[in-house]
């Protein structure tokens, strides 16, 4: 199973994880084999990217670190939540749903990541545009919380930590939708009223019965930055609480492997290399070196090309190595011919050979 752009799917091919719609309806179903009208129905809905099957690594096993029916629920959940707090004006807004369902979800998400902390998250979600709240807040709680078993939180911390991040965004419900779907540079006046978001996302978690301090603060200071240039209130340093600084990072790591309205999603060894350029700046070091052992900057599948010229499929990824993967090499040059001898390359034992570009 390999995630390729829908620029490059071609129709007779097999589609190998589901898509499904904002509602959890089912767009198309894993095993199908894809059409040339289906590409221009998902093209349609803001779909860019699909899972497919592909011979070439038909011995290799993809696998995600929660169930995708955990990560469904999860959507169904937060989708739930949002459409559910009243509106309009923050102070007669609330959470009206059950604790109980908040709390059985955020312990099946903490059961799997605990039962695969020791996984490197290989899978990205495919969404729509218009369910990008719903699926980046439950993207946002798997990758922090997977981080936190990491860091070896204990599960009253790592239930914290879910229920903050799954619940991070509520208060996106205020920000106007022309603002939310604007295709493109928000005005400094616009700007100003998305960064009110974690502080009425606060307040309408303040009513819930779910409230404790540590929750609270991933919602409130998720925009904060390591050296104050974030927001609501610029602070820095240790004044950010530590679970807050973890879902920073993979609240901007989501948005960046995410298509928006206004651009095209940065491929995860991108997101990857601009987290790294912002580590100490804007995120704590020691926890950004925690979360990039967790992620595939160079997912199984993607086609990469080498420094001697050759190129091919990564099959694995190395744990605390994740820049250098291990790759079925099956071509030589740009023209991609045929390999004469396709071998598997570990890229951790080659050091004198790199990854130069990636075939998007």
């Not at 899978?123 to 545009?129: G, Y």
């Not at 925009?223 to 820095?236: A, D, R, S, T, V």
Request: contains cysteine.
């Amino acid at each position: 199973m390999r995630k390729i752009s829908l620029d490059m799917i071609r129709p007779g091919m097999i589609l190998a994880k589901a898509v499904l719609g904002s509602s959890g309806q089912m767009l198309l179903k894993s095993g199908v084999e894809i059409r040339p009208q289906y590409i221009n129905y998902l093209r349609n809905l803001g779909i860019y990217d699909l899972y497919v099957r592909d011979e070439r690594i038909q011995d290799v096993e993809v696998s995600d670190v929660i169930k995708e029916e955990t990560r469904h629920e999860a959507r169904l959940l937060v989708h739930k939540i949002m459409r559910n707090i009243q509106a309009p004006g923050c102070h007669v807004k609330s959470i009206n749903v059950q604790d109980k369902e908040i709390i059985k979800t955020v312990n099946k998400i903490i059961k799997e990541l605990i039962d695969n902390k020791d996984m490197i998250i290989q899978l990205v979600d495919i969404k729509t545009k218009d369910e990008y709240l719903f699926a980046h807040s439950v993207n946002c709680t798997v990758l922090a919380t997977l981080v936190a078993t990491k860091m070896n939180y204990d599960k009253k911390t790592l239930r914290l930590l879910a229920t903050g991040t799954l619940l991070h965004d509520i208060g996106m419900v205020t920000v106007p939708e022309h603002i939310l779907n604007k295709p493109g540079e928000l005005t400094e006046d616009e700007f100003e009223t998305v960064k009110k978001h974690p502080e009425y996302g606060f307040e309408i978690f303040k009513k819930s019965p779910l409230f404790d301090a540590r929750a609270g603060a991933v919602i409130l200071q998720h925009h904060e930055c390591y050296q104050g240039q974030g927001y609501p209130k610029g602070i820095k340093g240790d004044r950010i609480n530590k679970l807050a600084k973890i879902v920073s990072i993979a609240d901007v790591y989501d948005a960046m492997t995410s298509e928006k309205y206004y651009r095209r999603s940065y491929c995860p060894h991108q997101a990857v290399e601009l987290l790294m350029a912002r580590g100490g700046e804007y995120f704590d070091m020691e926890i950004l070196n925690y979360f990039l052992s967790a992620v595939a900057a160079y997912p199984i599948g993607f086609h990469v090309f080498l420094s001697n010229g050759e190129s091919g499929l990564v099959i694995a990824n190395n744990p605390g190595l994740t820049l250098r993967p291990i790759v079925r090499v099956l071509y030589t040059g740009e023209d991609l011919a045929p390999h004469p001898e396709p071998y598997d390359l570990d890229l951790s034992r080659e050091l004198d050979l790199t990854i130069t570009r990636v075939l998007n």
